[in-house]
C-alpha cells in the first residue's frame, strides 16, 4: 500500500485504551530499541483490518458493536 499524503486526525480513547497502547510500545521499545507510537500502531491495526477485507459498511451495527462485528468476521474468515 502506498501512501501519499499522511493525515492527522484525533480519536477519543478512555484511560485503559490510552494505557494498552501504551504498554504496546513500551514492549516495544524494550524489544527493538525503537519507538513505536500510538498512532502508528492505530495505523497498523486499520491495515489489518483492511488486510483481511473487513468491509464495514456491511456490518450490521443496529445488532453488534463494532468490536463483536470485528471479532466474529475474524473468527469466521469472511
Do not use: P, W
Not at 492527522?8 to 497502547?21: G, P
Amino acid at each position: 500500500m502506498r501512501e501519499d499524503k499522511l493525515i492527522a486526525t484525533v480519536t477519543f480513547l478512555n484511560r485503559r485504551q490510552v494505557d494498552y497502547l501504551d504498554k504496546v510500545s513500551k514492549d516495544y521499545f524494550f524489544k527493538y530499541g525503537r519507538k513505536l507510537s500510538r498512532a502508528r500502531i492505530l495505523s497498523e491495526l486499520i491495515n489489518l483490518a483492511m488486510e483481511l477485507g473487513i468491509k464495514l459498511n456491511e456490518m450490521d451495527f443496529e445488532s453488534h458493536h463494532l468490536q463483536g462485528a470485528l471479532l466474529e468476521r475474524i473468527r469466521n474468515g469472511t
